[in-house]
């Protein structure tokens, strides 16, 4: 059993910054891929970023490329979302996923449908 507890989020002005963090619970944390998904009122949840088990593997969506950095601290069972240049766009809750079929597989997906194991989110308010 894997569990996951977000935390980090709150309210920023556009142009600011927050690192979401989500620590995880269960064996082999190490060794699967770990994912950020958003969803806003009204839309459907979307991916953010994901990471490989190793941490030298990412994968962004382009809304998100180049403000939003993922990395994981696997000594903490820690996986961090850095955000920066934030817009109102952004505002949405904010949730970690796990991928534990993908044990030490450099696979990453950014299909919600693969991850097996969810976070309670965190809402991130974007004031314009």
């Known amino acids: 059993q894997v569990q996951l507890v977000e935390s980090g989020g709150g309210l920023v002005q556009a142009g600011g910054s927050l690192n979401l963090s989500c620590a995880i619970s269960g064996r082999a944390f190490s060794s699967y891929s770990l994912g950020w998904f958003r969803q806003a009122p009204g839309k459907e949840r979307e991916f953010v970023a994901v990471?490989?088990?190793?941490?030298?593997?990412?994968y962004y969506a382009d809304s998100v490329k180049g403000r939003f950095t993922i990395s994981r601290d696997n000594a903490k069972n820690t996986v961090y979302l850095q955000m920066n240049s934030l817009k109102p766009e952004d505002t949405a809750v904010y949730y970690c996923?796990?991928?534990?079929?993908?044990?030490?597989?450099?696979?990453?997906?950014?299909?919600?449908?693969?991850?097996?194991?969810w976070g309670q989110g965190t809402q991130v308010t974007v004031s314009s």
């Open positions: 990471i490989n088990w190793s941490g030298l593997n990412t």
């Open positions: 996923a796990a991928d534990t079929k993908t044990r030490y597989s450099d696979y990453l997906t950014g299909s919600f449908a693969e991850y097996e194991y």
